[in-house]
């Protein structure tokens, strides 16, 4: 996982719902400036009759652990002023979170009104009947405005969930001081030059391994498998949702994988016990040239107290073989389907993470947002270096397979993806299995 930072640990609750966690999260930025006045529809700051807080006296219910507790604190405060809307946080221990929500689920939904929900969560808890949703709220210009992984991560079975929260994606990171020593002026484009780069700066004894990759066998393993598997036009699941993990191109992705660490020797062997907080220690250390790592990667690498790179990192899009893409890890505000205060819930969620909602968290919080509008702000632009380069990769994200049975079907995925990284098994050969595994899978959960 990433490296830990006060909003990753509200992230991670959905993480521990999922059961899965891994596919770490970093993270990111927004400004407190008289921004939420238009969050609310037609109410205004200085709105004090009932008849413009219709839904004044309604108190709302969520469950958090620990994290922030003082913007959010802010923000409650704000709404309540605004809405008459009280919304009261059940502030919990990391380990509690999950059981809790799922009790509530469990009893009818009525316990939480709202929560977080992590992208690879949505079809489970639709086909389950846990969250409501919001179509007939979400309006034609939210929709225009989302980026296309975002919106991705709101949709199952033609309708809509929730509004973005947390959207965030892999971004691909290279030492450019490192490469011009090797004697380079631009990034690798494809994967032949990330391979001929690589072998080049570790011949010149620039580093002992040019890069390392979080492929433990986690979540994070097959984030990155579908990240690459994408840049060389590789799918995990049709559009009918029928698993193709054994397509040509998938096969070629992982054979480039194992190929990195054992033909061209290119990636760190430790790779295959990393996470992602070991990727970036490593990238800070200036210990490897190139890295993939979720969140805002220029902030941790450009911060003397933790970084012996400062100012020589820089984004680009992810190499590739068809078109670059990277993965995505989107989170989103859900309303539960049991809460009986559903209208309520829908204010607070817009007033939270629209897109004035948004900016905010991004600057001051540090929050990726899912609006193009937001990344087109100036005063975000300003605030966070890298965004233009970041928001190249973001419109090329892909999300996780949407499937009900994601996590039971990922934790066999992530063995298969091992025995072709630890050469049990050869590329073709761990994919035909994994294949079959996911045909069990599917007609176990039909």
């Keep these: 996982m990433k490296r830990k930072s006060s909003v990753w640990a509200l992230l991670m609750i959905v993480l521990a719902v999922a059961v899965l966690s891994a596919c770490g999260k970093n993270s990111n930025s927004a400004d407190s400036g008289g921004t939420t006045a238009?969050?609310?529809?037609?109410?205004?700051?200085?709105?004090?009759?009932?008849?413009?807080?219709?839904?004044?006296?309604?108190?709302?219910?969520?469950?958090?652990?620990?994290?922030n507790e003082e913007f959010f604190a802010k923000i409650n405060q704000e709404f309540k002023d605004k809405t008459g809307i009280d919304v009261q946080v059940d502030?919990?221990?990391?380990?509690?979170?999950?059981?809790?929500?799922?009790?509530?689920?469990?009893?009818?939904?009525?316990?939480y009104d709202l929560f977080v929900m992590d992208v690879i969560d949505l079809?489970?808890?639709?086909?389950?009947?846990?969250?409501a949703p919001v179509d007939q709220w979400i309006t034609d210009d939210m929709k225009k405005d989302l980026l296309p992984f975002a919106a991705q991560a709101l949709q199952y079975q033609g309708k809509f969930y929730g509004l973005p929260y947390?959207?965030?994606?892999?971004?691909?990171?290279?030492n450019k001081t490192l490469l011009e020593k090797a004697g380079f002026t631009a990034p690798p484009k494809t994967w032949d030059e990330f391979i001929a780069y690589s072998k080049a700066l570790q011949e010149k004894g620039i580093v002992k391994y040019a890069s390392a990759w979080a492929w433990s066998q986690t979540e994070?393993?097959?984030?990155?498998?579908?990240?690459?598997?994408?840049?060389?036009?590789?799918?995990?699941?049709?559009?009918?949702?029928?698993?193709?993990?054994?397509?040509?191109?998938?096969?070629?992705?992982?054979?480039?994988?194992?190929?990195?660490?054992?033909?061209d020797k290119i990636v760190d062997p430790a790779s295959l016990q990393y996470n992602e907080s070991n990727?970036?220690?490593?990238m800070s250390a200036g210990d490897i040239a190139f890295e993939l790592n979720w969140g805002l990667p220029l902030t941790p690498l450009n911060d003397a107290s933790q970084s012996k790179i400062v100012g020589q990192a820089d984004v680009a899009?992810?190499?590739?073989?068809?078109?670059?893409?990277?993965?995505?890890?989107?989170?989103?505000?859900?309303?539960?389907?049991?809460?009986?205060n559903k209208d309520a819930a829908w204010e607070y969620?817009?007033?939270?993470?629209?897109?004035?909602?948004?900016?905010?968290?991004?600057?001051?919080?540090?929050?990726?947002?899912?609006?193009?509008?937001?990344?087109?702000?100036a005063e975000v632009k300003s605030g966070v270096p890298g965004l233009d380069k970041i928001l190249e990769q973001a419109e090329v994200a892909v999300n996780r397979p949407q499937i009900p049975w994601y996590n039971e079907w990922s934790s066999k995925f992530q063995v298969e993806l091992q025995n072709a990284l630890t050469q049990k098994k050869t590329p073709q050969q761990a994919l035909d299995d994994a294949m079959a595994e996911s045909l069990k899978v599917k007609e176990s959960n039909s």
């Excluded at 037609?42 to 006296?57: A, F, R, V």
């Excluded at 079809?123 to 969250?131: I, L, Q």
Aim: proline share 6%; charged share 15%; net charge neutral.
């Design 38 to 67: 238009t969050n609310s529809g037609g109410t205004t700051e200085t709105d004090t009759s009932k008849n413009d807080k219709p839904l004044s006296g309604t108190v709302l219910h969520t469950i958090s652990s620990p994290s």
């Design 91 to 111: 502030t919990v221990g990391y380990n509690d979170v999950a059981p809790k929500l799922m009790n509530s689920f469990m009893a009818g939904g009525s316990t």
């Design 123 to 131: 079809p489970r808890f639709v086909s389950a009947g846990w969250v």
């Design 166 to 174: 947390a959207s965030e994606y892999k971004s691909f990171v290279y």
């Design 220 to 263: 994070g393993l097959v984030c990155d498998f579908v990240a690459i598997a994408s840049s060389m036009g590789g799918k995990l699941f049709d559009d009918s949702g029928n698993p193709v993990l054994n397509s040509p191109e998938n096969v070629k992705a992982l054979q480039l994988m194992v190929d990195m660490i054992y033909k």
């Design 279 to 282: 990727v970036l220690n490593a």
């Design 317 to 340: 899009p992810l190499p590739y073989t068809v078109s670059s893409a990277t993965i995505a890890g989107p989170m989103s505000y859900a309303i539960s389907a049991g809460s009986k």
């Design 349 to 377: 969620i817009k007033f939270l993470n629209d897109q004035n909602g948004a900016k905010r968290q991004a600057l001051e919080i540090g929050m990726f947002p899912g609006w193009k509008s937001v990344y087109e702000d």
